[in-house]
C-alpha cells in the first residue's frame, strides 16, 4: 500500500515549457486535491476532483489544467510556465465521509 | 483579509515548556477544523482533529471556538521533536484552507 505517490520528484523546466505532474492513490479515495506550498506559506488549492470524472477550480487555478483519468490518477498540466510557478506541488486524497487529507511526498518545481 | 490567520512565529522554547498557537478563521459557515504537522521539505500529515468540546491527544490539546472563530493547539512538555510548522486547516463542504503555518523550535 503505497498511499499517494507523486512524479516526479524534482524538475527543472525554462519559461514557456510545458509539463505533467502526475499523482496516483491506492487507498480507493474518491476525492483528490492539487496544492502549490511557496516558501513560508501554507497550501492553496489549485484544482480538486470530488469523484472520478468531475474537477472543480480552487483558489489559484490560472495556468493549470487537470484530468482525472480514472479514480485512481490525477494529473496536473502547466501548459506554457512560468517563474511565477516556481513552487512545491503537493497531491492529496481522501475518503467520502472521512476529513483527514493524505499527501504524497511533492514535486519541487523550478521555472527559470 | 486571509481566511485563516496564523502567527508565524517562530516559537523557540526549551524541552519540557508548554507552547500553545492560535488561530482565526473568517468563514463563519466552515464545518470542520484540523491542525497538521509539517516537518521541513516534507509533506503535511494530520496531527489532530478539532471539535467544539475540545479534544486531547497525549500532550496535545485542541479546542475550537466558533463564536469567536478561533480554534487553538496546546503542546504540553515539548519534545525536540515536536520542532515542526503547524497547519490550521478549515474544512468546507470537502474544499480546505490552510493558514501559513506556525513554525515552533524546541531546544535543548
Known amino acids: 500500500n503505497a498511499g499517494v505517490t507523486q512524479t516526479p520528484k524534482f524538475q527543472v523546466l525554462k519559461t514557456g515549457q510545458s509539463m505533467t505532474l502526475q499523482c496516483a492513490q491506492d487507498?480507493?479515495?474518491?476525492?483528490m486535491y492539487w496544492y502549490r506550498q511557496d516558501p513560508g506559506m501554507g497550501l492553496r488549492l489549485i484544482y480538486y476532483?470530488?469523484?472520478?470524472?468531475?474537477?472543480d477550480k480552487g483558489e489559484v487555478p490560472n495556468g493549470y489544467n487537470v484530468s482525472r483519468l480514472n479514480k485512481r490518477e490525477f494529473s496536473l498540466r502547466l501548459e506554457s510556465a512560468a517563474p511565477s510557478q516556481t513552487s512545491v506541488y503537493f497531491c492529496?486524497?481522501?475518503?467520502?465521509?472521512?476529513?483527514?487529507?493524505?499527501f504524497g511526498p511533492g514535486t519541487r518545481l523550478t521555472v527559470t | 483579509r486571509k481566511e485563516v490567520e496564523q502567527d508565524p512565529g517562530p516559537f523557540n522554547v526549551p524541552e519540557g515548556a508548554t507552547v500553545a498557537f492560535n488561530c482565526t478563521y473568517s468563514?463563519?459557515?466552515?464545518?470542520?477544523f484540523f491542525w497538521y504537522r509539517q516537518d521541513c521539505r516534507k509533506e503535511p500529515k494530520l496531527l489532530m482533529s478539532?471539535?467544539?468540546s475540545g479534544n486531547e491527544d497525549g500532550r496535545f490539546t485542541a479546542q475550537l471556538n466558533r463564536a469567536s472563530q478561533y480554534i487553538s493547539l496546546l503542546i504540553r512538555d515539548s519534545k525536540l521533536s515536536d520542532s515542526a510548522t503547524y497547519l490550521c486547516?478549515?474544512?468546507?463542504?470537502?474544499?480546505?484552507?490552510f493558514g501559513d503555518g506556525t513554525t515552533l523550535t524546541v531546544k535543548p
Open positions: 492529496a486524497s481522501r475518503r467520502e465521509g472521512i476529513r483527514e487529507q493524505y
Open positions: 487507498m480507493n479515495h474518491n476525492s
Open positions: 476532483s470530488a469523484s472520478e470524472g468531475t474537477t
Open positions: 468563514n463563519s459557515a466552515s464545518q470542520s
Open positions: 478539532v471539535y467544539s
Open positions: 486547516v478549515e474544512d468546507n463542504a470537502g474544499k480546505s484552507t
